[in-house]
């Protein structure tokens, strides 16, 4: 198929997903034959840009909190979320850290401070590969900038969690926690259902997905993700950490541009 009819085929699929962080199922859930080579899927760049274009987020403020769990002991830092238009700002309100998230087409901006009344600091560097409060989350995770990557390649066809998927992988212009990410795209809604994140030897150490969504008015938000740390060449996780939203309400006072 033409790259004319891939566009339109995919730009009326409405999305019905409000990415979050970056961009987070659970035992055979995760489990596929694999991308189906021969299956022709849209051309990288084209999903980059539609992608892109369905990352435009509604003006929400969500409340939840972000829990990690490593099998032993069980931590929920509570959270306010606040979104709108490719802005996000997370804050901990028993913990003096607040994040802002902008995405751009080349990549994203990460700020941080410890309360409303400091000035954000941009968290640069070796800074964005650490973990945020002991958490699966490190700070360039919740930027996604692995769907603007530029050495992307398509792999085929899959399915995951029964969805029809578009598979890529794509590898780091620059310092990143990871050699690689692939990650699948549905085929139906737009909209990324899992990712996979590789160490320099092939070996799957961070895996992010989907566990529910609900809706807000005429939208839908994610209602949980899953960060897991993976050990690596096996398919366990060492550690998960989860995104949970209990309720979302319109309007979160941010403003397009600072």
Known sequence: MKRA???NDVSGIKSVFIICTWIFAIGSLWLSAGPDASKEIP???LMQRVVW???R??????????????GETRVLHPILLKTKGRKMVYEFLEQPLQIRVQLTPSGSIIDRRGASDEKWEMVSGKERLKAILNTDVAYEDLGVDFLRWGKVKPLGMDSIKTLKAWAYEAEPPA?????KARYWISA????ILRVDAYNAAGKVIKRVGVNGVMRVGDSYVIKEMMISSMIPGRDLSSSRSYIQIKDAEPGSGLKLVD
């Open 57 to 70: 987020l509604r003006d929400f403020t969500l409340r939840g909190n972000l829990r990690v769990d490593d």
């Open 53 to 55: 274009e369905n990352m």
């Open 43 to 45: 051309d990288p760049q």
């Open 188 to 191: 139906d809604y737009l909209s």
């Open 175 to 179: 310092l990143s926690n990871y050699a």
């Open 5 to 7: 009819s891939y566009y």
